[in-house]
């Protein structure tokens, strides 16, 4: 066995470093964390102002460890190389505690890019574990559970089961629901924007341009006015600027902008760009993706100038060393780079190389020459209306420096400027040759996308390069956030031309509000936004989750002691949760639009158990309420009386033709846990109905398409003695069996296609997981048991709904009479 063993996160960064170790050295990976906090429970022991971490070391790493362990005791020393940012850092001491490491037989070595180079040098200049590093990491990863831990259960009484909240994830929602607010309540207004084209003769030549006028006019009247006026009039140049301007490069990337700036060009989602550039940095080719800092270091400086001026030139050299701006940044990497500048050619995946080409161009412009231009700026007086003037820019790129290999991107979209005017000087009479008054309208700030809601959460000084991408992946799966696409209405503007002294009007149709990619609120995460916000209002406050980040920064740097900064966070944290609990109202919503002139009932919306929906009239002992789901695109904030009672009378019922085996009519309706068609009248005893199954609609929906449905359950065969049947419902595609359910998934067969075999596979894997996830039962009362809820927390289970319990009691010891009061079940 090698005498030296390292231990690294990954298999395939084992794998590159391997290649650069002699026979001495034997590298095995860890497979990330080995260690957690205890999945039952709450994972924190609390006692006074002290704060324990509960770990545990999960089924799926046990193998690892004992496989870790036995390579420990073959080795005479041992090379923690876990990455070094604070993630790293608690890696290698789970490792050092759980391998029961010593001092005398360990060494923490770190790099920031995977090459021979930085891997030798790393083993030449070992250190000590950080445990100021690792404090940061167990802190926040403490205070997280503790708030998700506590907030969570309040949801889940005060708005609706099964929700969760957490600290960063919560403020994130918020940004988005801010914004989606600013555009509700933003009016659009319209102004005439006045161009003009103009020609002027020059040495025997012809030239065109356009210029446009310093002033709107908000009326149709008013811009009518102005183009009248200028019928017959000379126009003269009254001023012609030239100046020299010079364009730098930006800097290196760093996390956030290389995320931003792969959504730009490449279309990538934020968490596509970390995969992709995880297996870069794995590989060899990039240094280390998690970073705040732009430095480069002199050695790569000097790479990168040497590549300069042999492909380029001497010209295109300038030697840049960028600071690092963003706030609290962290642990001094390097910017995100090359390993070899000189390496065109990385890998035959697409995504990988155009991801390589990106950071490559982006670190060699860093290094290169400003871009030297020339603006020209000429006026144009308008006789006819004093202190108004046309303004035409133009600019010329004399050297292109480092726009030679990169240009930066920009969110907001630009008209070209790289415009090149003819060569004019004052007094010159120019040629009008049309004139034209378009009606434009204001637009509302701009939805987020991934990659501008990451520079938000940059500036506010939230999370941390490590927590961008999870942090925005985990608001969309739990439902508060949707991306997507949303297409654009259509609008009439109005265009006035002149043209040879004759003015006309003309309309044109024009796209507007269409959204690509953007971040929208859903009904759920406005109603969890707003009851945090009304409840919890630090924990949803920008500067207080900010300088939650700096104490974690300070706790890295030895100034803050860990427990204290929890203790300070969480009692008054447990106060309010406390509080909200026994006084606050339940959250949902809810707002009256009015009353339906048919029935004479109120219209009300609120978040119900299955969603946004609306209803109509009041629940009481003669009659029960009508409901109706909304629609994609609506919210209970912004939908109007008139759109809540279109939905309300679709949902009576739309015909779709007759059955031609049973002769019965065929609907679709909407009710209260949304579409589904029914075969029979209302009033039929032996009616059928069954939920429409994804991507059906009540207005697409064939009778075809429904007849199918209807054939549901379908009756597979029989399994140990009862029918096994398939069905789908609310929650989608399922198998039933013997009182029990069994969820189809995506990459299931079709509901139509299953066969008895493949079902029974499926409950099987069902009981499977039942078994691992049941604590305890009791004969007196099969209703009732403790088990895991699908979060993996110890909960009473009644009447399909879980109750979690607390950190300090025992489901294996739980008594029946506890579980019912947990359950909050009334037995005598």
């Not at 545990?56 to 870790?68: G, Q, R």
């Not at 009016?187 to 006028?213: C, D, M, P």
């Not at 007196?780 to 809820?789: P, Q, W």
């Not at 879980?802 to 579980?819: A, D, H, V």
């Amino acid at each position: 066995m090698a005498k030296n063993l390292v231990i690294v996160e990954s298999p395939a960064k084992a794998k590159t470093i391997e290649r650069f170790l002699g026979a001495d050295y034997v590298v095995k990976s860890s497979f990330g964390h080995i260690r957690d906090l205890e999945k039952k429970g709450l994972g924190v022991t609390m006692t006074g102002k002290s704060y324990t971490p509960n770990y545990e070391i999960p089924a799926d790493k046990k193998k690892t460890v004992t496989e870790l362990k036995k390579n420990v005791k073959d080795a005479e020393m041992v090379w923690l190389a876990s990455d070094e940012d604070r993630e790293g850092e608690a890696i290698a001491w789970h490792l050092y505690e759980v391998l029961k490491l010593t001092k005398d037989n360990t060494k923490r070595i770190v790099f920031h890019e995977i090459t021979k180079e930085a891997i030798l040098n790393a083993i030449q200049h070992p250190r000590a574990i950080d445990k100021q590093l690792v404090d940061a990491q167990q802190a926040r990863r403490v205070l997280d559970r503790l708030v998700g831990f506590e907030l969570s259960p309040v949801l889940w009484k005060k708005v609706k089961p099964s929700l969760s909240a957490g600290r960063v994830q919560s403020v994130c929602v918020r940004i988005i629901v801010d914004r989606e607010r600013e555009i509700i309540a933003f009016q659009s207004t319209s102004a005439f924007k006045v161009t003009a084209l103009f020609s002027v003769e020059h040495a025997g030549k012809i030239y065109s341009f356009s210029a446009e006028l310093n002033k709107k006019f908000d009326t149709e009247k008013e811009a009518e006015a102005f183009l009248r006026s200028s019928i017959g009039v000379n126009f003269i140049v009254s001023a012609c600027e030239q100046k020299p301007a010079t364009k730098s490069p930006a800097p290196p990337f760093t996390t956030s902008t290389l995320q931003q700036e792969a959504s730009r060009k490449l279309g990538f989602p934020v968490a596509k760009t970390m995969q992709v550039a995880q297996r870069l940095y794995e590989s060899g080719h990039i240094t280390y993706m998690r970073t705040d800092s732009v430095n480069l270091s002199g050695l790569a400086i000097n790479t990168i100038k040497n590549h300069i001026i042999t492909t380029f030139g001497e010209q295109y050299s300038k030697v840049r060393q960028f600071a690092t701006k963003s706030k609290g940044a962290q642990e001094a990497h390097e910017a995100i780079r090359p390993t070899y500048v000189d390496n065109e050619i990385v890998s035959s995946s697409a995504d990988e190389q155009r991801l390589y080409d990106l950071i490559r161009k982006r670190t060699i412009a860093s290094q290169m020459a400003d871009a030297r231009l020339e603006r020209t700026t000429i006026t144009i007086d308008c006789p006819q209306a004093p202190a108004t003037n046309f303004v035409a820019k133009g600019e010329v790129i004399l050297f292109d420096g480092f726009l030679k290999v990169y240009m930066e991107s920009s969110d907001d979209e630009k008209e070209d400027e790289n415009v090149i005017l003819p060569p004019l000087q004052v007094a010159v009479p120019l040629n009008l040759q049309t004139m034209q008054a378009v009606e434009r309208f204001t637009q509302h700030p701009p939805r987020y996308t991934e990659a501008t809601l990451v520079r938000k959460l940059e500036e506010l000084g939230i999370g941390r390069p490590s927590t961008y991408a999870p942090t925005i992946s985990t608001i969309q799966k739990r439902g508060y956030i949707v991306k997507e696409d949303r297409q654009g209405e259509k609008r009439n503007i109005k265009i006035l031309t002149l043209s040879n002294s004759e003015l006309k009007t003309t309309e044109k149709s024009e796209n507007f509000g269409a959204e690509k990619a953007k971040l929208f609120p859903t009904d759920m995460g406005i109603v969890v936004n707003d009851f945090l916000l009304k409840n919890f209002p630090d924990i949803l406050n920008f500067n207080f989750t900010a300088n939650v980040e700096k104490e974690f920064d300070d706790i890295a740097e030895g100034k803050l002691q860990w427990q204290t900064m929890i203790d300070g966070f969480y009692k008054p944290f447990h106060e309010s949760v406390t509080e909200t609990m026994e006084t606050s109202e339940r959250g949902t919503g809810g707002r009256e639009l009015g009353i339906d002139p048919k029935t004479n009932k109120p219209v009300t919306v609120r978040m119900g158990r299955f969603g946004a929906m609306v209803q109509l009239g009041e629940a009481s002992e003669t009659e029960k309420p009508t409901f109706a789901s909304l629609q994609k695109g609506q919210l209970l904030e912004t939908i109007t009386l008139q759109e809540a009672l279109a939905l309300l009378y679709q949902s009576e019922e739309k015909p779709l033709g007759t059955d031609p085996k049973t002769g019965k009519h065929v609907y679709v309706k909407v009710g209260r846990f949304g579409p589904f068609v029914q075969l029979g009248e209302t009033a039929d005893a032996d009616k059928r109905y069954v939920g429409l199954m994804k991507g059906q609609t009540p207005e697409t929906i064939t009778l075809a398409e429904a007849l199918k449905l209807v054939t549901l359950p379908r009756y597979l065969g029989d399994f140990e003695g009862s029918k096994v049947e398939v069905n789908t419902g609310r929650f989608g595609p399922f198998i039933s069996h013997n009182k029990t359910f069994t969820s189809i998934g995506k990459n299931q067969p079709d509901i139509f296609s299953i066969n008895l075999e493949q079902a029974i596979a499926l409950i099987e894997q069902k009981r499977e997981k039942d078994i691992k996830r049941h604590i305890k039962s009791f004969p007196e009362d099969a209703k009732i048991s403790v088990m895991l809820d699908r979060w993996g927390k110890p909960s009473v289970y009644y009447n399909k709904k879980y109750f979690r319990i607390t950190s300090k009691q025992k489901p294996e010891e739980l008594t029946l009479t506890e579980c019912y009061a947990i359950a909050g079940v009334k037995k005598k």
